[in-house]
């Protein structure tokens, strides 16, 4: 029972630890740049003028995305 107990309070403790562990900031890496952007909203400008369904919009403004 004192086995338990102990393994239970030094997950506990572990977890608290790692809890406080400060993250490192990772967003500004994943953030899409000025000219990413604009070339999102201008990949939805070209569905919304071609008037694409809903459910291939998406994948049409990934194949624009990606066309160079």
Known sequence: MRAAAAAMLA?????????????R????QKMAS???????QDCQKQAADQNIAM???AKFVMDCMTKK
């Open 34 to 40: 000025p000219e990413e952007k604009q070339k999102l």
């Open 55 to 57: 459910d291939q919009r």
């Open 11 to 23: 997950c506990f403790l572990g977890a608290a630890a790692i809890a406080q562990t400060p993250m």
């Open 25 to 28: 900031p990772t967003a500004p």
